[in-house]
């Protein structure tokens, strides 16, 4: 019954390196966008709320508050694949894996597992693949082109989120917390997987989609919810 997400490796990255050759023709450099170090639980975090959402240019983008949202709202799931896991489920259930902090949901299952390319090493510490940082790379070397705009405003938005959940000073809203029906079917609230936003991709079993009139469709994902009686 998990909601895994689909094996992507987004096909954005192309788009981001073409956007970034555009970018450095002709703008003076802007202060550097600065994200928390990789190695600390807020800037893997933050990475990988960056690897999961569009930039300009990339497809499935819509608008900056849908991305920034969209942020908000994956950043609620890994929370509730924590510690908002609603009864009767069980964490394992939900989450796939007994998990002890956010980076044990981020890497459960390994390289392939929930969030493809992220996985701890041998040494068991949290890692990327070289695409997810290749990306990000580039995303801040976009942001750095001319005067900070949507790249460096969506940069810093999961910067801010992510320190800010890990010292538990977050103050944005969970979006899917008032979905307490989808479709008639009583609902448990608030998501707890997302996959890519096509028909084709469903999680199944005690997963509900929710559809695009309450949110559902966030940041080229979409979101599930919970049955509240599982069947």
């Not at 002709?26 to 990475?47: D, E, I, K, Q």
């Not at 508050?65 to 009767?88: H, I, N, Q």
């Not at 609902?187 to 996959?195: D, K, L, N, Q, V």
Request: proline share 6%; aromatic share 8%; with cysteine.
């Amino acid at each position: 019954m998990l909601a895994r997400k689909r094996q992507t490796g987004w096909p954005w990255a192309g788009a981001a390196l073409a956007l970034g050759l555009a970018a450095g023709r002709g703008f003076a450099a802007s202060p550097a966008v600065t994200l928390p170090a990789a190695t600390n639980t807020a800037g893997y975090v933050c990475r990988l709320l960056i690897n999961e959402v569009p930039f300009p240019g990339e497809r499935g983008y819509r608008s900056e508050a849908d991305t920034k949202t969209a942020m908000e709202a994956l950043l609620f799931v890994l929370d509730g694949r924590l510690r908002r896991v609603p009864a009767p489920y069980r964490q394992a259930q939900v989450a796939a894996t007994t998990a002890k902090d956010i980076l044990d949901v981020i890497t459960a299952g390994g390289v392939h597992g929930q969030f493809d390319g992220f996985y701890r090493d041998a040494r068991g510490q949290p890692a990327m693949v070289s695409r997810v940082g290749a990306r990000i790379d580039n995303l801040v070397r976009i942001a750095g082109q001319g005067q900070p705009g949507k790249f460096a405003h969506l940069l810093q938005h999961a910067s801010t989120l992510a320190t800010a959940y890990v010292a538990e000073k977050l103050t944005c809203t969970d979006p899917h917390a008032p979905v307490k029906a989808v479709r008639g079917i009583p609902a448990t609230g608030s998501a707890y997987g997302w996959m890519a936003d096509e028909l084709r991709f469903n999680p199944g079993g005690n997963f509900l989609r929710i559809p695009d009139e309450q949110r559902g469709s966030l940041g080229g994902n979409r979101f599930f919810t919970l049955r509240k009686d599982p069947q």
